[in-house]
C-alpha cells in the first residue's frame, strides 16, 4: 500500500493570511499530484493538479512539488473563511494499469474571519 | 449536468439487504473509480473499470463487494448482505482516456446499514 502523509490540524488561520499545507509520500514511482478541497458532508472537489517539479499558481493557490524530496504542498493566499474545508493530498503512480489515487488523511483548515 | 452523478444519494439498508450504488461519469469520460471514505477516515480506493472491463480492483474486499460497468448504463457497485461496517459514504470518479488525467468526483452515496 502506498503511503500519503498529511498534518490532520487542525490548522487555522487569521483571514487573508498564507496558509500552507503539506503533503510527503513514500513511493518513488509517484508521477502525479492533486489537491482536492472537501467540504463537511461533500464530495472531494479538485483544485489543483502537478506533474513537474516546481512551482504551480492558479489564482490565489500555489503547488509545489520537490520530487526528490518527495514533498507536495499547497500554499493558499489571502485565505477566505470560504477556504475553511478539508484539503487531501492525493499521490497517482501510473504503472501498469493502475490509475488509482491514493489519499492522504487530510489536513482540516480554518480560517478565522 | 455534464458532471459526475451518483445515486441515489442517501441509501439506508438493513444488515443483510444488498445495496446498489450507481454512477454515471462526465460525458466524454471513459474511465470510472470508486473510493471509500468511512467515518473520519481517508479516501479509500476500491475498483477501477472501463467499459465492459474491471481493471484494477485491488481495493475491493474480497467478498460481498462487486463492481461493474456495462457497455449501456451506469456503473454499478454491489453490496451483498450489508453490514453495519459498510456504512460509509461511496464516491465515484471519472476521467477521460488520457495518459495524465484528473479525476472528477461525483457527490457521492451516503450508505446507512441499520
Known amino acids: 500500500q502506498k503511503e500519503v502523509e498529511q498534518n490532520s490540524g487542525p490548522l487555522s488561520v487569521p483571514e487573508g493570511a498564507i496558509a500552507s499545507l503539506n503533503c510527503t509520500y513514500s513511493?518513488?514511482?509517484?508521477?502525479?499530484f492533486f489537491w482536492y478541497r472537501q467540504y463537511s458532508g461533500k464530495s472531494p472537489e479538485l483544485i489543483m493538479f502537478?506533474?513537474?517539479?516546481g512551482d504551480k499558481e492558479d489564482g490565489r493557490f500555489t503547488a509545489q512539488l520537490n520530487k526528490a524530496s518527495q514533498y507536495v504542498s499547497l500554499l493558499i493566499r489571502d485565505s477566505q473563511p470560504s477556504d475553511s474545508a478539508t484539503y487531501l493530498c492525493?499521490?497517482?503512480?501510473?504503472?501498469?494499469?493502475?490509475?488509482?489515487?491514493?489519499f492522504g488523511s487530510g489536513t482540516q483548515l480554518t480560517v478565522l474571519p | 449536468n455534464a458532471g459526475v452523478m451518483q445515486n441515489p444519494r442517501h441509501l439506508v439498508r438493513r444488515r443483510g439487504q444488498e445495496a446498489r450504488l450507481r454512477c454515471s461519469p462526465m460525458k466524454g469520460h471513459s474511465h470510472v473509480y470508486w473510493y471509500r471514505q468511512l467515518p473520519e477516515e481517508g479516501l479509500k480506493f476500491m475498483v477501477y473499470?472501463?467499459?465492459?472491463?474491471?481493471?484494477?480492483e485491488s481495493g475491493m474486499p474480497k467478498e460481498r463487494f462487486s463492481a461493474e460497468f456495462p457497455k449501456e448504463g451506469p456503473s454499478i457497485l454491489r453490496i451483498q448482505q450489508v453490514v453495519r461496517g459498510d456504512s460509509a459514504a461511496y464516491f465515484c470518479?471519472?476521467?477521460?482516456?488520457?495518459?495524465?488525467?484528473?479525476?472528477?468526483f461525483g457527490p457521492g452515496t451516503r450508505l446507512l446499514v441499520l
Open positions: 513511493d518513488r514511482g509517484s508521477q502525479s
Open positions: 502537478i506533474y513537474s517539479n
Open positions: 470518479a471519472s476521467s477521460p482516456d488520457r495518459v495524465q488525467e484528473t479525476q472528477y
Open positions: 473499470l472501463q467499459k465492459e472491463n474491471i481493471i484494477d
Open positions: 492525493a499521490v497517482r503512480v501510473s504503472s501498469g494499469s493502475a490509475r488509482q489515487l491514493t
